[in-house]
T-cell receptor, first 112, second 113 residues
Framework: GENVEQHPSTLSVQEGDSAVIKCTYS??????FPWYKQELGKGPQLIID?????GEKKDQRIAVTLNKTAKHFSLHITETQPEDSAVYFC???????????FGTGTRLQVFP | EAQVTQNPRYLITVTGKKLTVTCSQN?????MSWYRQDPGLGLRQIYY???????DKGDVPEGYKVSRKEKRNFPLILESPSPNQTSLYFC????????????FGPGTRLTVT
């Protein structure tokens, strides 16, 4: 079955710097890759997703890139702000299946 | 407001005392799922349901039961809780299984002593 690895487990950056979180997946049939943000005391919330027919997707300060050949995808946050501090989860799935497989999470801390 | 609700939010119980965590969604979603979150292990799926009366095991189903008698509700039942079930639990729902956004509840922190 699908396995998703996520790195790093913790990431500390200065406000205004960029942050990058990387994930690799094992099943080449996976075609849907969402990213979830979990703020303290809350459930995860989708922030951006990408499908395998697209190499990059951007939404204001966040972007996701996908390399199907290498089977990895990354979350990029530019101009980080303290409110970006949270745990981020990547995940992988495919059309027609009943599961979303999550990575182990990255705790991002943005220092003012 | 579209949401997934869970109750209780916090629960401390003793080994062997049956408990139920309720989950309800108001988005008419077909798919519902339960996850547990443990440090360093991410979100692991316990059980899921594709529709009413259709449930199936996830990756860590041992010690848990679920039911889906109505579309909006998906309770998680621990018949005889043990300390290794101490965890943070999330219910989630989505339009359908797989490649769709999942909407998560606020979480239930369970401690079994």
């Amino acid at each position: 079955g699908e396995n998703v690895e996520q790195h790093p487990s913790t990431l500390s950056v200065q406000e205004g710097d960029s942050a990058v979180i990387k994930c690799t997946y094992s099943d080449s049939a996976s075609n849907y890759f969402p990213w979830y943000k979990q703020e303290l005391g809350k459930g995860p919330q989708l922030i951006i997703d990408i499908r395998s027919n697209v190499g990059e997707k951007k939404d204001q300060r966040i972007a996701v890139t996908l390399n199907k050949t290498a089977k990895h995808f990354s979350l990029h946050i530019t101009e980080t702000q303290p409110e970006d501090s949270a745990v981020y989860f990547c995940a992988a799935s495919m059309d027609g299946t009943d599961k979303l497989i999550f990575g182990t999470g990255t705790r991002l801390q943005v220092f003012p | 407001e579209a949401q997934v609700t869970q109750n209780p939010r916090y629960l401390i119980t003793v080994t062997g005392k049956k408990l139920t965590v309720t989950c309800s969604q108001n988005m008419n979603h077909e798919y519902m799922s339960w996850y547990r979150q443990d440090p360093g292990l991410g979100l692991r799926q316990i059980y899921y349901s594709m529709n009413v009366e259709v449930t199936d095991k996830g990756d860590v189903p041992e010690g848990y039961k679920v039911s889906r008698k109505e579309k909006r509700n998906f309770p998680l039942i621990l018949e005889s809780p043990s300390p290794n079930q101490t965890s943070l639990y999330f219910c989630a729902s989505s339009f359908a299984a797989g490649a769709y956004e999942q909407y998560f509840g606020p979480g239930t922190r369970l401690t079994v002593t």
